[in-house]
């Protein structure tokens, strides 16, 4: 006898939730996604598609819509201030078609609500979830007026790195705040950024850092590293001096700064490094950046979290009872999250941190690392999302996609 169809609930309306609510709901199982805010919106900055979320997106049917609304990138190019290379890796090393897709995080999140809301889920708003209570094998999300939904045979808490839910239910978990975040917003691309198709980086030693991501046509998304102490909430931002330290970093970009600037529409954001003892805790499973949260150095957080809602939607569909699903699930996600939780983890200060040295040593060890034989294609194969850990990796297919 099989697994069955499941009454299945899922906290969080982001990536990784539209993703698995869309998936379980074409299988068949009864799904209720509950969502803190009365209209669902997205949070977050521009993003960047490797191969493997994209391949996601193509079981969803939804990868041509992406494209449609993103920015092909061909590859990363980081520089010093001074104009020196630092990082110059591209997709076409693994294969002539292969390469990534940047895109505003609203576009993605229009493209996956539209999807859920096709799939059969049941969609309810203005429900925070601040607890979980069992009865007997299953699970009940309550929320903050003690509003009580369920019971779930499966519940999936998919509400994000800062997950209030985790620290409640999973108290052995770690997920310290990241000391460095960024400030990020959406401009016009009128320098014409995005024609080269390359996520473009400058770095001055591990303090001062700015990106500029090509998300849609015409749209830039442009990353400024501010000290997570400067990003708080009751903190106002220094807009004149990140611009004049902008400027001095990245001269030839200036009047994409200043047209930023002037504009003055920047959100905040900040990262956490969340490292779970376990994925689910009986019919409570963690998933996405709410499991495995990382700073963006990687740039790899939304392709983890629809790695996972197509790992879960396989794990069920294989499984005879719901533990098996968990182990399957375990099996599939934990080496390759542990891999790019560790890595992200491992190379975040030569980025974002106050030892200068530690900059001083990424300019000059990553410059010679890409152009190394052995080392060039394992970045390449760290930067499309195929590591599975230190030694193995998976490959693309004959037509440059990541096979599911």
Sequence with gaps: MGLGFLDVGIVGCGVAGQAVASLLGDAGHRVTVLERFEEPRPVGAGLLLQPTG??????LDLE???LSAGARIDGLFGETHKGRPVLDLAYGDLHPDAFG??????????????????SGARLVTNAEIVDVAREGARAVAVDWKGG??????????????????RDRLMPTARAPLYPWGCVWTTVEDTQAFGAVGLLRQRFAGSTTMMGLLPVAPDKLTMFWSLPAADLAPHHQ????????????????AGPTIEYAVAAGDF???????????RWNEGPVLFMG??????SPQLGQGANLGLLDAHALGCSLAEAVDLPQAMDLFA???????????????????????????LGALRDLVMRHACQAPVVRPMMTTILAGLRRGWFATDTLDADGRYPL
């Design 237 to 252: 931002l220094d807009l004149e001096a990140m611009r004049d330290a902008a400027l001095w970093l990245w001269p030839e």
């Design 289 to 294: 950046d709410a499991a495995h949260g990382t």
């Design 54 to 59: 994209l391949a996601v997106l193509r079981a």
């Design 101 to 118: 897709l940047g895109i505003r995080r609203f576009a993605l999140f229009d493209l996956l609500h539209q999807r859920l809301l096709a």
């Design 64 to 66: 041509e819509g992406a």
């Design 148 to 165: 009580r939904h369920g019971p779930f045979d499966l519940l999936i808490v998919a509400d994000g790195a800062h997950s209030t839910l």
């Design 331 to 357: 099996q599939r996600r934990g080496p390759p999250s542990r891999f790019y939780r560790r890595a992200s983890h491992l190379l975040t200060p030569f980025f974002q941190s106050d030892v200068q040295a």
């Design 267 to 277: 959100s905040r954001a900040t990262y956490r490094h969340v490292a779970l003892p």
